[in-house]
């Protein structure tokens, strides 16, 4: 698994900063399949992270979101970040909002799992 590396809270992790292009695969410096993003909130923003497994992490919903909820607004800005990493359970969704992301403030957590 080229894509991650250990993580003694999580099992493992996407390693920051990666760019697997010919596969898909390239992370911000956060280890999230998004774009770059702050670690402070601008004020007036609504930050949402969204959790889950290869669903949410291969999908563009989230970056859809940001661009639907932001098309229809002037008076906050939106961020929809996607925290999914690929093979995660919802151990690892409440673990990795615990130790990872809570720490950005989020306004709204979200996550989406496909059960077959």
Not at 86 to 95: D, E, I
Not at 96 to 116: I, M, Q, T, V
Request: net charge positive; hydrophobic share 30%.
């Amino acid at each position: 698994m080229r894509d991650f590396r250990p993580s003694r809270a999580l099992g493992y992790e996407f390693i920051p900063n990666l760019d697997l292009s010919k596969s898909g695969i390239k992370t911000n410096s956060f280890g999230m399949l998004d774009k770059e993003r702050t670690k402070d909130k601008p004020k007036e923003t609504y930050r949402i992270i969204c959790l889950g497994d290869s669903t949410t992490a291969n999908s563009e919903y989230a970056a859809i979101l940001e661009e639907l909820l932001n098309k229809n607004t002037k008076k906050y800005s939106f961020e929809v970040w996607n925290c999914a990493v690929k093979g995660y359970s919802a151990t690892q969704y409440y673990q990795a909002l615990k130790e990872k992301w809570l720490r950005y403030n989020p306004r709204h957590g979200d996550y989406w799992f496909l059960s077959e």
